[in-house]
């Protein structure tokens, strides 16, 4: 998956002919960056590993859900009109398209099934969601079935031959002969086969992904797919897969290490322990000495640490056969590399308890590991082994078993699951709402000044011309309504426009219609997979609504909701643009409070009906 975000990136700057169509160009600049062909990638990934040994129509729901939720978290990557409209219509439906971006985002379904019948099952069903077209499922099934021949030991005539013969494909031709005359073309059977011929061309993965941006067109597409490809021939050099993760955010890393992990790339232990492993070697230690609940406490705190930080666990595991029989013990030293001929998959080691169960052992250093039985071992990040432990099917693992040991059941990788979670508030937040690093921002339309002063004209300024005719078109909405556009070149991934309410005093409907707003702005953010949001005084300006009335309104309306949507993490910050507003928010805050307390103080004891 690596190279075929490699590929988007190195291809991005040289787009319609712009790097000349030669192989001799810098692979990064400063423009070189990650396009909508790398956020599909990762939602893709992540749907089909959550998905693993599921039914079709899970899988289909799961691929929707998530390219639906990371193309949203990146508005602005780049994506084609049609599809961009099916990342935020309230109801998506395929829409019979032939496109390469059936393509460029499969790359994961060549890595995660044990067979061609497999893969190509699964990889139908990463294009159909959209591109039902019979050109864009070829496209995606070609790709992913290269990757899969490529992995797993065929020649690169075995993959031309098959790929000929199974999609139709002319692989004839040699990329100097398609160079001179090739345009730019987004179809799959317009750039498909010229990035697998681009592969078959290359003798690297570097040479692989300059020969694909050499023919011109769509350089990041054509060399996402020739990347994704050529990785699974020829590996990832260090020194690219390091620039190419310097240039992703956190939440794509999060999903490439758990992909490494899915795949059987592994990290291997290291001799030394981190700080966070030895906090919970330490904690173990005080929790096996007096086993209750005040000595647990810190146990799972002393986890919850490690998953944030740097704490990896060893597994014991039992190689299979084709590694075994590759390895010459005469020859053989650290740090060699073996390659086998066939998909392989580990084994991992048990303990088995009195009651004849079987736990997952693993260990905290490699000094825990060799008080036992010699073995192979393979090192997991702890984040990824707590995220996956409530399903596995032991009962959970049991670490450090030669020594002070802890039994983690899959209920307490439950509950450090539940205490990592991010937990929903209410803050106060001065400044300008246009410079918040937040999911997104309200934009509290006032149609009639629309992209004048205040935070309205703050935010179009900021978002620039092309924002401001999509709020233009988009804030036809009622008062009381809702709706979302991308955040240009704000801070912010969204901006959700609302209409707030002009006050008449005593009218019933006012305080309704100004709740409604904060409701539906909510809603939005949750649909979309937004955990953040700020929130300006809507109405309080030339709408008249009183700041302190507004800021109950506003107040209750949000504590509402978050008490009816318990599992949705939401940050709301309710940005106060002079004292005097910060004064409301925070006289209704403390009326709400002491309310509280009084109440509290005269409830009358609940009565003992034993």
Not at 156 to 166: A, G, L, N, P, V
Not at 362 to 374: C, I
Not at 432 to 449: E, F, G, P, Q, Y
Not at 530 to 537: E, G, R, T, V, Y
Request: net charge negative; charged share 25%.
């Amino acid at each position: 998956m690596i190279g075929a975000i490699l590929g988007d990136m190195i291809g991005s700057p040289y787009e319609f002919d712009r790097g000349g169509k030669t192989r001799d160009f810098p692979l990064f600049i400063g423009t070189s960056e990650f396009t909508d062909d790398t956020v599909m990638t990762v939602a893709v990934a992540e749907a089909l590993m959550n998905t693993m040994g599921q039914s079709d129509e899970d899988i289909q729901s799961a691929l929707v859900v998530s390219m639906r939720r990371w193309g949203r978290r990146y508005p602005d990557a780049g994506f084609g009109g049609r599809f961009y409209n099916w990342l935020f219509t309230r109801h998506p439906h395929p829409y019979n398209s032939y496109g390469n971006g059936s393509a460029m985002r499969v790359s994961s379904a060549g890595w995660l099934f044990d067979t061609l019948e497999e893969t190509r099952r699964v990889a139908r069903l990463t294009a159909v969601v959209t591109h039902n077209h019979p050109e864009g499922i070829k496209g995606a099934e070609a790709t992913a079935s290269a990757i899969f021949l490529a992995r797993t030991g065929a020649s690169k005539e075995e993959i031309r031959d098959y790929i000929t013969r199974s999609f139709g494909y002319d692989l004839s031709r040699t990329c100097d002969q398609i160079r001179p005359g090739y345009r730019f073309d987004v179809s799959c059977q317009g750039s498909v086969p010229e990035a697998i011929t681009a592969f078959l061309e290359g003798n690297s993965l570097e040479d692989v992904i300059r020969m694909a941006v050499s023919l011109g067109g769509d350089t990041d597409t054509i060399g996402c797919i020739a990347g994704g490809i050529a990785e699974a021939m020829y590996g990832v050099p260090a020194a690219l897969e390091a620039e190419c993760k310097a240039r992703l955010p956190k939440d794509m890393l999060a999903v490439l290490t758990r992909f490494d992990g899915a795949r059987g790339r592994f990290t291997e232990p290291k001799e030394e322990e981190s700080s966070d492993n030895r906090a919970i070697e330490e904690a173990i230690s005080r929790f096996a000495g007096t086993p209750d609940r005040d000595h647990l406490i810190p146990v799972l705190e002393a986890f919850r640490q490690g998953m944030r930080g740097n704490a990896r666990l060893i597994l014991p595991v039992i190689p299979p056969q084709a590694v075994l029989d590759g390895i010459d013990p005469e020859k053989i030293k650290a740090g060699d590399t073996i390659t086998v001929k066939e998909e392989t998959r580990f084994r991992f080691h048990h303990v088995t308890d009195r009651d004849g169960r079987k736990w997952l052992a693993a260990f905290t250093s490699m000094e825990e590991f060799q008080k036992g039985d010699s073995a192979s071992t393979i090192s997991f990040a702890l984040a990824d082994v707590i995220q996956g432990g409530p399903d596995m099917p032991e009962p959970g693992i049991v670490i450090n078993p030669w020594g002070k040991s802890f039994r983690l059941t899959r209920e307490l990788m439950r509950v450090l699951l539940d205490m990592d979670r991010p937990k929903s508030r209410i803050s106060l937040t001065d400044g300008d709402i246009t410079k918040l690093d937040v999911d997104a921002i309200v934009n509290a339309a006032n149609r009639t000044l629309l992209g004048g002063g205040g935070v309205d004209g703050a935010i179009h300024r900021a978002a620039g011309p092309a924002l401001l005719e999509e709020c233009r078109r988009l804030n036809g909405c009622e008062t009381g309504q809702a709706k979302i556009t991308g955040a240009g070149r704000l801070k912010a991934h969204h901006v959700i426009h609302t209409v707030g309410p002009i006050y008449t005093p005593g009218d019933p409907d006012c305080p309704k219609l100004l709740a409604a707003c904060y409701l539906n702005c909510l809603r939005l953010a949750k649909e979309h997979g937004l955990n953040s949001i700020a929130f300006p005084a809507i109405s309080t300006g030339v709408y008249g609504y009183p700041p302190r009335e507004a800021a109950r309104v506003a107040l209750n309306a949000i504590a509402g909701w978050l008490k009816e949507n318990p599992d949705c993490a939401m940050d709301v910050q309710l940005v106060c643009f002079d004292p005097e507003t910060r004064r409301c928010y925070q006289s209704v805050i403390d009326e709400a409070e002491q309310a509280a307390k009084n109440k509290e103080n005269h409830d009358p004891e609940p009565k003992n009906n034993n």
